[in-house]
């Protein structure tokens, strides 16, 4: 099965660093498929695949796997037009990349006699520029062992470091890797905005205090890592900030600025949560703000 031809099939960020990594590891990427014969065309012509149509029902015959890189709402329609071809899919693997779907979304595949499985990288591909996935964890979500053989070698060739996961787990992974990458990404949106408008250099005063606590979180732990006012129970300079922010958006009228003081509320008071995990319960400057905090959730 190592050995078997390919079928990339969805032409968007995750294939375009996806098919190189596999070549480049001696995988055969035998067809490249999109719903635009033009994405086809285009990934095919990139990483010397020879054939690429926007067709499933064309995908050569000689094909064993199918690695699914379509987005996530496609998956389950994608499978369910494969199963519907006229072909043999009892030695046929079906792998699908999504984070938040689990395998119940290639079950029509399943009863074809086809292996299933999913396998998350978890890392950012922001755009169809080659991300480098070496190193980088991966979750394997399978009930096959072709597949889990499949998957552990594919790891081990893309110098992915792999673990196993439950269908249950899938989505609180993905919904994690979202707090600690995508919503990072936000926050920090937001602080380079709130220095830029000042006409300062959020990079160079934010770079330290950023990586600093990043730092921290890993070599401690988020609850050890915990400083500002509302680990301090600082209630004086959260009306401060909020104070400055209404005042702001009074000025300018500025909606995102109404968002922004919407997620400072609710984050500070996700904090006093870390609070409790630091010290085992809230102090009653801690009450104060949780009170007050809420009082100002409108």
Request: one cysteine or more; charged letters at 25%; glycine letters at 4%.
């Amino acid at each position: 099965m190592v050995k078997s031809k390919i079928a990339i099939i969805g032409a968007g960020k995750l294939a375009y660093s996806l098919t190189p990594a596999l070549k480049k590891s001696g995988y055969d990427v035998k067809s490249a498929v999109s719903r635009k014969l033009k994405s086809a065309k285009s990934l095919a012509e990139i990483y010397l695949i020879h054939h690429y149509t926007n067709s499933i029902q064309k995908i050569p015959d000689e094909v064993k796997v199918f690695l699914l890189t379509v987005p996530d709402g496609e998956i389950k329609r994608v499978a369910e037009n494969l199963s519907r071809l006229k072909r043999n899919f009892k030695d046929s693997i079906c792998i699908h990349f999504s984070g938040v779907e689990n395998i119940s979304a290639l079950k029509s595949l399943q009863r074809k006699g086809c292996s299933t499985g999913s396998l998350h990288i978890i890392r950012p591909f922001p755009s169809k520029n080659i991300v480098d996935i070496r190193n980088s964890p991966a979750s394997i979500e399978t009930e096959s062992r072709q597949v889990k053989a499949f998957l552990l070698h594919m790891c081990r060739k893309l110098k992915l470091k792999p673990h196993f996961i439950s269908s249950d787990e899938k989505v609180f992974h993905h919904i994690a890797a979202v707090h600690s990458s995508n919503f990072l990404v936000g926050n920090m949106f937001n602080a380079f905005g709130l220095i830029s408008t000042k006409s300062k250099y959020p990079k160079s005063i934010l770079r330290k205090t950023s990586q600093s606590a990043l730092d921290n979180v890993f070599k401690l732990s988020p609850a050890k890592a915990l400083s500002g006012p509302i680990d301090r129970g600082d209630i004086y300079t959260i009306r401060k900030h909020l104070d400055a922010l209404e005042a702001e958006i009074r000025k300018s009228k500025n909606n995102h600025l109404k968002l922004l003081r919407k997620n400072y509320i609710i984050q500070s008071l996700s904090l006093l949560e870390v609070v409790k995990a630091k010290y085992g319960k809230l102090s009653k400057d801690h009450q104060k703000i949780e009170k007050y905090l809420k009082d100002r959730l409108i």
